[in-house]
């Protein structure tokens, strides 16, 4: 067992870093703020082939690793802990390589290029307005008509629709759709790329608002209406009424990848907790000096080392398995990036609260920057890929048991 990392993994995360402090980090407030947009990050990430990291260089990518992946999200976490650079990238390591996977080569020879290039956004439209984790009662339908698929319905909590409008290319969502009956659950369930605006053309057949969220200002999340939405049959991924298989395997992937992003944010909050707890003076002693500071400060350092074990894991496990290491099985992918999440989400959060409360009244103003950490985090503590339950009901299914849970 080797805790270190290789001397690849080594050099790739000193370039992140030099990246992130050079690039982001001067400048995340005005991400936050709206004040430098989502897409021309997205083009200084491309420069540095921090887009589609897992993905083939014959499509743009690093030929890289989910570990590599994890690292970058982190680094970009701790440069931008508002957390909208790396769900970006984030989004763009796992819903691509779905495409990858299971998109005909026609299909990934075109897209897959323009999103390593930063020219186009690929997002996940799962929730519905009904529910998000039931993915088996998603009730969006899919009609063929002649050599096409006509898409109608309701996706919610959708990111990176306005992004994809704004790119040159543009881009889509994998959109998961019923193909079947509703009574046949999962096993009616097809997933296609649905490009909302292709080669620089908008398609017809949707509508969209964006949602005025609390945090994480700088991407874009909103409501988006399928109103006969036209798709190839090329862009079908995989087969027909097989795609719950598929989501469940892309949200995986999201998830580890979103564990190491929540490490990043948790990250640059205990270092900025630890500036001040040695400045802070009251009753004539730096706050860091009351054992009700120091010891809680440990043992968040200590948890937080945990956790990002976890979440390293996760991706070591990815790798095994999209590397053929038949020892590694993709329940062992979603189990790994379900602790990966419930872990490091979770943590982060109770970090940012921590944090806040050591700096007191001073952490409600925007010029301490705390709070945008906390409003970041929350976005993946409240639901998104998973809500903290679901992931407990995937670790417990896979290790107790599907028939007994």
Known sequence: MDFGLSREDKLFLESVKSFAERV??????EIDEGKWSIEEVAAKLAEVGLIGIPLSSKYGGQDGTFLQAALAAEELAYADPSLATPVYMLLETAWPYMVQLYGREEVKGE???EVTAGRAFIGIGSTEPQGGSDVASFQTKAVKEGDVWRLYGEKNMVTGVTTILNLPYGGGVIAITRTGKLEDRHRGITVFLALLKRRGRVSPGFSHRDWEEIGRHGLPTGYLRLEGLPVEEAFTLGELNGGFK??????????TIIGAASIGAARWLMDKALEWIKQRVVFGRPIASYQAVSFKFAELY?????????VYKAAWVADRHYSGDTAFTLQDVATAGAMAKYLAVSLAVEIALEVMKWFGGASYFKETNVARSLLGVLSYYVGAEGAENILKLIIARNIIGREFV
């Open 24 to 29: 982001i980090a001067p400048r995340w407030v």
């Open 111 to 113: 897209v897959l290029p």
């Open 246 to 255: 598929i989501a469940m395997e892309g949200f995986n992937l999201a998830r």
């Open 302 to 310: 200590a948890r937080l080392e945990s956790a990002k074990l976890a």
